[in-house]
């Protein structure tokens, strides 16, 4: 399986730049997507194939990355961004990360 | 708009099976692909299988020798089926609509999500 590892948790103010970070332990090419996921709603996507907007999607988001390491930017940071962010790759069968916890301070 | 909702019950006990329903509205499940993704208590989410706009099935390898995904075409709905479950099956599920496009494949559309706990 492919492993995708991000970090647990983040915590920012209100208008900074804020970049999660995904790190495959393989190349998965650009087949990279993100997702944020609310307390008690369902995962909503962001970013799919790196870098392409979902369309609706605030373009405060972006993706960015290749092969191995993949960062979602949100940018400026608004309060109501506090969600988990999980990344996914669609290269080797279908596996998730573990999700980070944004905390907007 | 697509809309998905997923059903079933909420407890299953142990070493029988679970079943879920997903209902799709607004777009025919003979069109694209229909997914089944699972999260654990603690945020772990794991890809369970999908169903073609065919009818034609992929499954996680980790669940083949337990999962069967289904579908009715004449309700617009698609099934789970998980055998032999444990509690480590517990988890909320989730049924999503599995797009293509441009080389790329994402879940666009997902439900809201149903809690199943397996507990005798």
């Known amino acids: 399986d492919t492993v995708l590892t991000q970090s647990p948790a983040l915590a920012v103010s209100p208008g900074e730049r804020v970049t999660i970070s995904c790190r495959a332990s393989e190349s998965v090419s650009t087949r990279m997507h993100w997702y944020q996921q609310k307390p008690g709603q369902q995962p909503k996507l962001l970013i799919y194939?790196?870098?392409n907007l979902e369309s609706g999607v605030p373009a405060r988001f972006s993706g960015s990355g290749s092969g191995t390491d993949f960062t979602l930017t949100i940018d400026p940071v608004e309060a109501n961004d506090t969600a988990t962010y999980f990344c996914?790759?669609?290269?080797?069968?279908?596996?998730f990360g573990s999700g980070t916890k944004l905390e907007i301070k | 708009e697509v809309q998905l909702q997923e059903s079933g019950p909420g407890l299953v006990k142990p070493s029988q099976s679970l079943s879920l329903t997903c209902s799709v509205t607004?777009?025919?499940?003979?069109?694209?692909?229909w997914g089944w993704i699972r999260k654990f208590p603690g945020n772990k989410m794991e890809w369970m299988g999908y169903i073609s706009y065919s009818g034609s099935t992929s499954y996680n390898p980790s669940l083949k020798s337990r999962i069967s995904i289904t579908r009715d075409t004449s309700k617009n709905q698609f099934f789970l089926q998980l055998n032999s479950v444990t509690t480590e099956d517990t988890a909320t599920y989730y049924c999503?609509?599995?797009?293509?496009?441009?080389?790329?494949?994402?879940?666009?559309?997902w439900g809201p999500g149903t809690m199943v706990t397996v507990s005798s």
């Open positions: 999503a609509r599995y797009m293509y496009t441009t080389g790329y494949w994402y879940f666009d559309f």
């Open positions: 996914q790759q669609s290269w080797n069968e279908l596996t």
């Open positions: 607004g777009y025919s499940i003979t069109s694209n692909y």
């Open positions: 194939g790196a870098s």
